[in-house]
């Protein structure tokens, strides 16, 4: 078992096991407790009561964090010819196709986000096996899969992000830098929270959301009241 820091200990001592948090308590808690010496990244886990092996309670969807991810999205644009300037003037960090369909093949995969074209997604099936399990297989759903590259480009690189209920039934997403002001991040977390109530499965019965977690990389984890959400 893995020993504790003297940092860890201290955290672990300001966060009250027993109480529920508002959004607000917990995002300007989560800042207290985090050490790192790098500008961590903040995660929502939200456990939802849903059975994610049945078609009509599957959850999964696209949001637009007001405020970003305080990431530097790396985005591939998969696109003919026609559109490469398109694709350039956005923002892709790489853009092009028969070469970089190649390159992953040949098992590159260095980047966040893959926005390509509908006549296009014929050569990416054989590719699935790369990017499945990387989640990185655009998708229409997502608004990866388009023929407005340029606005899909400008949105990833805003802040867009796509999530899905996972077997056990969590969303996991990154909702921001322990270096954001306490008030972004609750404004990232309502829009995913309320953009998640509102994509309620009918066939779900039961409590929907059941659980509410924050947590930076390397913190302890913060309980978030669902009520005050």
Known sequence: MAKLTKKHKEAL??????????????????????????DASVDIAVRLGVDPRKANQMVRGVVTLPHGT??????????TPDKEAEAKAAGADYVGLDEYLQKIKDGWTDVDVIVTMPA??????????????????????????????????QEVKAGKIDFRVDKTGIV???IGKVSFSAEKLVDNA?????????????AAKGTYMKSIYLSSTMSPSVAVDTKTV
């Open 13 to 38: 001592a300001k966060v009250d096991r027993n109480k529920l948090y508002t959004l607000k308590e917990a995002s300007a808690l989560l800042k207290e407790i985090t050490y790192t010496k790098f």
């Open 70 to 79: 305080g990431k530097d999205v790396r985005v591939l644009a998969l696109v």
């Open 120 to 153: 296009v997604m014929g050569k990416l099936g054989p590719l699935g096996r790369v990017l499945g399990p990387r989640g990185l297989m655009p998708n229409p759903k997502t608004g990866t899969v388009t023929m407005e590259i340029g606005k899909a480009v």
């Open 172 to 174: 996991h997403a990154s």
């Open 190 to 202: 309502n829009e995913l929270l309320q953009t998640l109530i509102k994509m309620k499965p009918t």
